[in-house]
């Protein structure tokens, strides 16, 4: 699913307009409509109250239409035109005549008025600014918005949380319990810095014309279940051990096995034929216990990784979980990537490693795919202002070395040479350790499956993230345990097949 910036946003609009044979009025009308049902339908009590905000611009446009839909349903409506600016758009003053209709008033919010009467089991409706947004707001604006935050209702915006940026970092905004947001999903939902704005996110269809979207380019991405089940290639009924992919994965050091362990499940659960794990001496016992199915070599040191040699060609390797950063094991590494042409998976103390040492990062095959957690990206590419320097920095990093990188959060970022990639599973009971181990090796085994190293890092991603949605049936997010991932994995593989 695209992500659109503002511009191309607007342009879909105009391109909808055009194509479906509709006025501005109607789309906005359309629009209303989707986010009053949205609105009956989880408030159904005929004496919920509305206080509705509305900017001069379209947006506001929307709350009139909303706030007129719910008055001629019975509710009890109040409106409050919050006149940002002396032009009022062509839509929002043909909404404010058309309240008459329904004998709804108003009342004009400025820097002199007092906050309105409202309850706490009222449900306020922000509506005041749009997409459009691109400068600072009035200081009476902040400081309305600033009152609806203190305020103890219920909060929905509409579209996007006024006062909200598409592209620059955000300082204040409405605090929205819901956003309600139309077809396509915008990239500020789902960045850090705007945690604090943003609980929920609901897509709400609004027939924009699709063949308009597909017409109009991006860059970013939203990748849902759709997307994955196009990218997702299911097992042939030929398939054996030795077509589904063999993953070689190096790493652990004394202490630090149980990564390995991790690693290795998660990538023969992920789908791979064959796993071969490289480790030091003092993890043999362990992985053959814990992980029969994988098969091992050991590296001649007892505690840790020294020299990585085997003698067969592994169809993806991945390598760093739990290696630690002894400076044999980082001359090892770098005598491993002098050598190697593998497709590679690269995570955790390796990429502190290569951050000591970013001259080694031109031996990395092309396409190789980095993990970093947020200190390990900072290590890789620097410290960075905001969210939006920090894709760009990405960016740059991965065109510069021919890399996929991931920015690991509560929305993982994947990143190419010329893309953006928006995670949509998972939640905060992934936030537990071992967690990226696990996700390595999966990511490892799609790669040795054959998938492409954007595609091995999507699906990897989202399963990863989705196992936590599915285990959330069963337990807390406190109760999820890395080990868990892996248990839910075949559940997602089900979910593709539905």
């Not at 699913?1 to 501005?24: G, P, R, Y």
């Not at 409509?33 to 919920?48: E, G, Y």
């Not at 509305?50 to 009890?76: P, S, T, W």
């Not at 190789?368 to 957690?373: D, E, Q, R």
Request: hydrophobic share 45%.
């Amino acid at each position: 699913m695209k992500i659109f910036n503002a511009e191309k946003i607007k342009e879909l609009d105009k391109l909808t307009i055009e194509t479906q044979k509709i006025t501005s009025l109607e789309l906005m009308e359309r629009a209303a409509l989707q986010a009053f049902l949205w609105l009956v339908n989880h408030f159904h009590d005929k004496k919920t109250v509305y206080h509705i905000f509305c900017g001069v611009g379209n947006n506001g446009g929307d709350g009139l239409v909303i706030a007129r839909m719910l008055k001629q349903n019975y509710f009890e409506v109040h409106v409050y035109v919050v006149p940002f600016s002396e032009k009022f758009s062509n839509d929002f003053d043909s909404n404010l005549e058309r309240l008459k209709e329904c004998n709804l008033t108003y009342e004009v919010i400025n820097a002199d008025s007092e906050f309105p009467d409202i309850a706490e089991n009222h449900i306020i409706i922000d509506a005041i600014f749009g997409i459009g947004l691109t400068r600072v707001m009035d200081s009476w604006l902040q400081l309305l918005i600033q009152k609806i935050n203190y305020h103890q209702s219920f909060t929905v915006s509409i579209d996007i949380p006024s006062g909200l940026f598409l592209n620059q970092k955000t300082n204040l905004a409405i605090h929205s319990d819901v956003v309600l947001t139309f077809q396509l999903p915008k990239l500020a939902f789902y960045l850090p810095d705007n945690e604090n704005f943003i609980n929920e996110i609901v897509l709400l269809p609004i027939d924009l014309d699709e063949k308009a979207i597909e017409f109009i380019p991006s860059n970013y991405f939203y990748t849902n279940l759709n997307e994955i089940k196009k990218r997702y290639k299911p097992i042939s009924k030929f398939s054996h051990k030795g077509t589904q992919g063999h993953v070689l994965l190096i790493g652990g050091c004394f202490g630090k096995i149980g990564a390995m362990v991790l690693a290795s499940q998660a990538a023969l659960r992920s789908g791979c034929g064959l796993a071969t794990v490289f480790i030091p001496k003092c993890g043999y016992e362990i992985l053959q216990t814990a992980t029969p199915e994988a098969m091992v070599i050991t590296d001649e040191d007892y505690h840790k990784i020294s020299n990585i040699a085997f003698n067969f060609q592994p169809k993806a390797i991945g390598i760093g979980m739990g290696i630690g950063q002894d400076a044999a094991t980082a001359a090892a590494i770098f005598d491993f990537l002098k050598n190697n042409s593998i497709p590679l998976v690269i995570d955790a103390d390796a990429l502190n490693i290569l951050s000591e040492n970013k001259e080694w990062l031109s031996l990395l095959p092309k396409n190789s795919i980095l993990t970093p957690h947020p200190k390990e990206l900072e290590r890789l590419i620097g410290t960075w202002n905001d969210d939006f320097d920090k894709i760009e920095k990405v960016k740059a990093f991965a065109k510069m070395y021919h890399l996929v990188v991931l920015i690991k959060g509560a929305f993982t970022l994947i990143i190419d040479e010329k893309n953006v990639f928006v995670n949509s599973s998972g939640n905060q009971a992934l936030a537990t350790g071992g967690s990226g181990d696990v996700l390595s090796g999966m990511i490892t085994s799609f790669r040795a499956q054959g998938y492409s190293a954007v595609d091995a890092a999507l699906l990897g991603v989202y399963f990863h993230g989705r196992t936590a949605d599915i285990a959330m049936n069963d337990m807390g997010y406190e109760g999820f345990i890395a080990s868990d991932i892996i248990k839910y994995l075949g559940k997602v593989f089900l979910e593709l097949k539905k």
